[in-house]
């Protein structure tokens, strides 16, 4: 058994005052024996994506920045696992971001992920500000692996297929949206079940920006990999712990052995067919 904290909150203006508060959700969600925790995206500073202005390129740090290393000597305080999400700043070439997952375990930062994915429609301007990553790792957390991919990632098979592949037990989907609640359910069951995993999708709560305040609708829940809600969170801001039996995993394998059945030496299109654009 792996006990998972699901986070969800909205956030306001000041980067510092959502981390405590984000912390103090951690704190609680630890004495509650939370193995791994995991937040909603973008949760340390408002979802500014909300706009376009280039003001709130302040706001991104690099992944060894003061937001990260607070959640690195947090998890290496209490031997707590955590996957957080930032806006990024590339290190290497200044003026490049993305929007990025970083997993932590105990202390020890085991690699990242940047959305690949970017939604440019309204209310959801992340072309202005992320450039897109192409990579989907897979990360040890000791018994178990985790993958995770960034909100509109979801509308895409491809990649939690591919973490699948590479191992993952869980795929992590923090989440800022209020756009499609109809698939919502529909779409993070289904990956668990095709793919027989764990999924944990981590939606942001309502917040006031810019003087308006977003629906955000939270609904953090946790799929099984026959696709069934293990819980699922209303839209109100807090945590809640589930318990994700590994075993059950490879249980669900043997009476649905989807991934034994595959025939990739058939899907070649799929990575050839381009649809024209209208």
């Not at 992920?113 to 202005?128: A, I, S, W």
């Not at 609904?219 to 696709?227: R, W, Y």
Request: contains cysteine; glycine residues 6%.
């Amino acid at each position: 058994m792996v006990k998972v904290a699901m986070i969800q909150m909205g956030s306001i203006e000041s980067k510092e005052a959502n981390i405590k508060k984000a912390l103090d959700y951690a704190k609680s969600a630890v004495k509650d024996g939370a193995e791994l925790i995991v937040y909603n995206e973008l949760f340390t500073t408002q979802y500014f994506a909300a706009t376009e202005d280039p003001k709130f390129f302040d706001l991104a740090e690099p992944d060894d920045g003061p937001t990260v290393r607070t959640f690195y000597e947090f998890s290496k305080q209490y031997k707590v696992g955590m996957v957080i999400t930032f806006f990024e700043e590339d290190k290497k070439i200044r003026g490049i971001y993305y929007d990025t997952s970083v997993f932590i375990k105990d202390g020890n930062i085991l690699g990242k992920y940047r959305k690949t994915h970017l939604p440019q429609v309204p209310g959801y301007y992340e072309k202005f500000y992320f450039k897109a990553g192409k990579d989907y790792p897979v990360f040890n957390f000791g018994d178990y692996k985790v993958g995770g991919i960034i909100c509109y990632d979801r509308h895409f098979p491809e990649g939690v297929r591919i973490l699948t592949l590479k191992g993952a037990d869980i795929v992590t989907i923090p989440t800022t949206t209020n756009f499609y609640p109809e698939t919502w359910e529909l779409e993070l069951r289904a990956h668990a079940a095709f793919n027989t995993i764990y999924v944990v999708g981590v939606n942001r709560t309502p917040e006031v920006f810019q003087g308006k305040e977003i629906e955000y609708f939270g609904k953090s829940l946790v799929a099984d990999p026959v696709g069934k809600i293990v819980k699922e969170m209303d839209s109100i801001e807090g945590y809640e712990i589930v318990d994700i039996d590994l075993n059950y995993i490879r249980e669900r394998r043997k009476k649905a052995p989807f991934l034994r059945d595959r025939k990739p030496e058939n899907y070649e299109e799929i990575s050839s067919i381009y649809i024209e654009s209208l």
